[in-house]
């Protein structure tokens, strides 16, 4: 695949939705946001395309550079898996893991730090739990001189240094959170000095840090519609790689923490579908530890524990909702895309959720097959494919099936050790837990 097969352009499904997502709401006034509103934590450019419909933006020439440094990344056909399955579906994978930071997170933290320079911002904060976002943008800081400051989720920062190593040597500085630099965080830790921190947290520090300075702002590795815009880049360099194989998805499949790797696969395709009146599925998996989507409410919520964030029209187990300790750290998240939720709700999405135990047995006959330790989110896609694959067989369909590698689990591997050992669980639904986020959920 040559480099000249690197889009020039993002896509956004926003021009082909049937309606437009219902509109951020300010999290104190519930008025709909305006531009001003997000000017303190986001650039310009971000929040432009957040509410733009233009169908193609065009990727900044300094962006396509450092995409070339991964991009295009492999389609590829697994064959073996096919073989091993015994179908006659085609199976077909999308590798994001070939990345340097091995996921698909580089797509956007590096368009962000470029629009974060050009407006001559200093520094950007920003949180995350196992590292895969911390990490991918403290490459994208690297690359483009801006200082990242990373607020990682305290068990995270104690139990998984290889992430947070890479971010340090990157030059990013990394801080346990709940940390004393904040007043969310000195809140917390007065409550509980023992604090293991949350995302929940994790976001209001970094959001509070980016409010109080000009030059400082804050980014976010999902869920936001420019996110998805810039994750794009995977669906639209697959739609030349399946013409260039001769082949068309009947189904693409991705898993959801906050929607970005699924979005960035399915939307070109679901924008060609609804274009050109295609009769692809689109199927999204969740863990049924976290399964906002296929038990959640559609609702406005916040993004963030302390409520400091707007308000999103999305599936939601409710802000204070705190998930399982399940191994795929990025699917432990309350919320849903905008995008992804709407396309649910329009039926143009279907929703599955599966329990952790037969994802990581589905990663393991994937490795057997084609030789990739997937990390625990991808896992979930994999049981997607394989369960389409499966089905495929039994109605004896030439299913072609396209899945999204999200990231290989090179960095993952205690998950392994601890499934190959017999100490991983499955979770009930948390049905009595969920109820009670939901309740503290505003009515706007
Ligand atoms: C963060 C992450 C996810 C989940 O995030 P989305 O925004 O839903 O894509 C999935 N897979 C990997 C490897 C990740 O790092």
Redesign the pocket.
Known sequence: MSSNHLPTRWYNIMADLPELPAPGLHPVTHKPLTPDDLAALFPMECIMQEVSADRYIDIPEEVREIYSLWRPTPLRRARRLEKMLDTPAKIFYKY??ISPV????PNTAVPQAYYNKLEGVKQITTET??G??GS?LAMAGAFLDINVKVYMVKVSYNLKPGRRLIMQSFGATCTPSPSTETASGRAILDQDPDSPGSLGIAISEAVEVAMGDPKVKYSL???LNH?LIH?SVIGEEAIEQMQDAGVYPDVVI???????????VAFPFLGKAIRENRNTRFVAIEPSACPKVTKGKYTYDYGDTAGLTPMLKMHTLGHSFVPPAIH????R?HGM?PLVSLGKELGLVEARAYPQLECFDAALTFLHAEGIIA?P??SH?IRGAIDEALDAKEKGEERVILFNF???GFLDLTSYQAYLAGELQDYDYPAEMVEKALQEVPAV
């Open positions: 994001e893991g091995g996921s698909h997170k739990g196992a895969q976002w991918a590795g999902s869920v996110v994750q991705g898993c959801i923490g906050g929607g970005s790797n699924f979005g960035g795929a750290g990025g699917l998240y895309a990390a989110e991808t896609a999200s990231g290989h």
